[in-house]
């Protein structure tokens, strides 16, 4: 049963929301669906109907030979044979270098997005699951994709899981250090859950009576918290509109949207601000998903762009805050010495820098393949000025 090509358009930016008009297995009729998956994996061009009668075995040939493979069963069963597929996934040796066991575990996850996600359901237009013992999961759908007008919505299981959760992270927040309420989070945006970057911002000191500016402001969690320490206003900017949206509804929550605006472009407002700060993607490589792109920023694009425009964003006497992981030249993902390089290439002076060693559960797990890197990782504060 092919799926036919239509006409309609997609996101426009990152990976595309495929959008594929054919047949349903078992409809009578062709009625329009679509294909949504956060990565730029193309739509199906056919689709395999299965139930709990398939084994992870079979289902690992199966899906190996490019088959998608429509679950129609319970809720239950279709999460356990996701789980019983990736423990089946071959698990990479991570000899050699940082670097190597890198680009292993890179390689390994692209692997189990690759066959995990040619599990796939179907989601009535209310976004209703029709899988037996199956949660509503209408509500995180439409918090991540709006409303729909299409009578069908194909999305890999495991895409789907993380609408799940990411709409409880929402119901209940996120408590961060410093904040006075809990912390709205969004499905897609990054979620702070790393307490050394917002601990960092205290060492800023005085910031009462400034304008600042967020470059990347995700959450909104370094603008509420800046507002909170006294700041007079803040403007954030996000490329991902998931991220202003996000941004714009916390900074109603915590009543502070007439200091807090957000405006959906590429790093910096116009005008000048008394203090810029930005806590950019830290990995300098090509993201796997739209998910991806809190954390990897190929080439450090963002991150010399950010430093290259700084002086004409300050006012004079103004402050840059620049918040990054030393985790790409652990890994050797980075030379060391390159952000000393860029300052001075983009006239900047260190007027202050303040270190914290990692917290996060990872930096102490000895069983993580990267864990030769990550337990000497270390987040820095730089606070810049025009040299």
Known sequence: MPLLPSNRGGESWGPALNVTQGRVPDAPDEVPFTWRTESDTPAPEKLHPVDDSLKADDALRRVRKGEFLLYRGDFHNARQLLGAMGRRLPTPRHAGSPLEAFRAERRARAIEHETLGRIVVELDASYKLALKRAPDVSVGCKQAWGKTTDARTVVPLKTLLGLVGAAEWRKKGLDVPGLTRKLTPHYGV?????????????????????????????????????????????????????AVACAEENAKFFKVAERFTVEERPLFPKG?????????????????NRVDRAVFDEGSQMLKAFLDGLPKHLNPGGRGALIISNLAELLGLREPGFLEVEFEKCLLKVVGRFDMTAKHGK???????????????????????VA
């Not at 930005?278 to 796997?288: D, G, I, L, Y």
């Not at 069983?367 to 990550?374: E, F, I, M, N």
């Open 363 to 385: 930096a102490k797990d000895a069983s993580d393949p990267l864990h030769a890197a990550r337990s000497k990782e270390v987040t820095t504060l730089y606070v810049l000025q």
């Open 272 to 288: 000048r601000a008394d203090l810029v700060v930005c806590n950019p993607p830290w990995v300098p490589e090509p993201p796997k």
């Open 190 to 242: 990054y979620l702070p859950t790393r307490t050394d970057y917002v601990e960092l911002l205290r060492r800023l000191g005085d910031v009462k009576g400034t304008t600042c500016f967020d470059i990347g402001t995700g959450t909104g969690v370094l603008a509420l918290l800046l507002l909170q320490k006294g700041a007079t206003s803040v403007i954030g900017t996000d490329i991902d509109p998931r």
